[in-house]
């Protein structure tokens, strides 16, 4: 275990460094006797050892932020605005070093790792200023009813491995700023950044104000159940987010769940074609497709279809493929070995199902050649059938098919 900050406000942007993981339980940097390693998407190589947290390490994380929350809740609100903003700023300070990371884990290009480090700290400097009025409902001489706006405690945070920074902060700044005491659970596919956020914030706020904990497929669970945790907030897939609810439903837990979608865009006749069917390549493969409102589907007018469907090829074939450090590339690798396979199952279903391709339709390299990770070029299903398993399922990956969509003539 290596001590860290006594969590008083920095004047200053702690060092950081990318290269040791640990948890942060109560303001301290905490080791693990088993560790576990991560995986570079891009090249398949090791990335640096992470914590895997124990049932004892779930609940002194917990008994922590129990008795950091209600000290929490006390402090103004301007000093705990004031304290977000602070760790905005020392984010800002660090955004290469975080978004080279990024990179490294998740796989996206460098410019989207750096645009996802600018939108996360855009996220907390205006969570920064949220308002929390005393709203008079009622007044009378025999009463007065005022509506305030008062913390729940303990708040539990489970980020998913598509935007890791921007979503952990999307829930970092509003669960600290509102009062509570905040438990942070990165992905087991891309835990880096989160880990290193976390430790980035102790400069910032009270120890066990908000802590992170990596681990196994045990750790969701151990921490959706705990009973002295009063809300999650997750953001994943449907099937998990449907656990997670199983889960907190045992103990009454407030949640929020941000789950998956399978997004249409549908075309106008009036519509500029060679403006618009280059946006719709770019918003359904931004990412690799990685995103839950990532359009997936594109519905077109009949009377434009053939050419729209060609415009939309051209613009994909356009976006270049391969390692997320190399100049120009749109789209890096699908992420991890589990989401590989489910794309690449959807690959596989063009043959048996006699899908028509307007593109793609392989597992392939990636554009630069070199065979290693789990890349797969973008791919255009043509007009499949309804009921079809790529238009009813939400692939999540960089194809066409899953991305994109289909364009279907109506």
Request: net charge negative.
């Amino acid at each position: 275990m290596a001590a860290h900050t006594n969590g008083n406000v920095s004047t200053s942007t702690p060092d950081l460094t990318f290269d040791e993981f640990f948890n942060v339980i109560n303001g301290h940097l905490v080791g693990t006797h088993e560790t576990r390693r991560g995986i570079n998407p891009s090249t398949l190589e090791d990335l640096p050892d992470v914590p895997v947290a124990t049932k004892e390490d779930v609940d002194d994380a917990v008994q922590a932020a129990r008795e950091a929350a209600d000290k929490w809740a006390e402090t103004p609100l301007t000093q705990r605005q004031d304290a977000v903003t602070r760790f905005a700023d020392a984010l800002r300070s660090l955004k290469d070093d975080f978004a080279k990371m990024l990179v490294r884990e998740q796989g996206k290009p460098l410019m989207f790792a750096r645009a996802e480090v600018d939108n996360a700290v855009t996220w907390l400097d205006q969570h920064a200023k949220l308002p929390f009025p005393e709203d008079i409902v009622e007044e009378t001489d025999e009463k007065q009813v005022v509506t305030r706006y008062t913390p729940l405690g303990v708040a539990l945070a489970i980020v998913p491995w598509n935007y890791p920074i921007m979503l952990a902060c999307g829930k970092i700044g509003p669960a600290l700023v509102s009062g509570n005491a905040l438990i942070v659970k990165p992905s087991p596919f891309t835990p880096y950044c989160g880990l290193k956020l976390v430790e980035l914030a102790q400069a910032f706020f009270p120890p066990g104000v908000i802590q992170v904990l990596s681990g196994n497929d045990n750790l969701g669970p151990w921490l959706t159940a705990h009973p002295l945790i009063d809300k999650v907030s997750f953001t994943g897939s449907t099937a998990t987010g449907k656990r997670v609810m199983e889960s907190c439903s045992k103990t009454l837990k407030r949640v929020t769940l941000e789950l998956g979608g399978n997004d249409p865009a549908v075309v106008c006749s009036s519509v500029n074609i060679a403006e618009t069917a280059p946006k719709i390549a770019q918003m359904a493969l931004l990412n690799s497709g990685q995103i839950c409102i990532a359009i997936k589907r594109v519905y077109v007018h009949s009377s434009i279809y053939e050419e729209f469907l060609a415009e939309v090829v051209k613009a994909a074939q356009s976006l270049l493929v391969g390692d997320g450090f190399e100049q120009n590339v749109y789209m890096g690798p699908i992420q991890n070995a589990m989401q590989y396979e489910r794309v690449t199952g959807f690959m596989k279903d063009i043959e048996k199902e006699k899908w028509k391709v307007a593109m793609g339709g392989e597992v392939s390299k990636s554009s630069n050649g070199r065979g290693k990770g789990y890349f797969i070029n973008p791919t255009v299903i043509d007009n499949p059938p309804d009921e079809s398993r790529i238009v009813v399922e939400e692939p999540f990956g960089p194809s066409f098919a899953s991305a994109c969509g289909y364009c279907v003539s109506r």
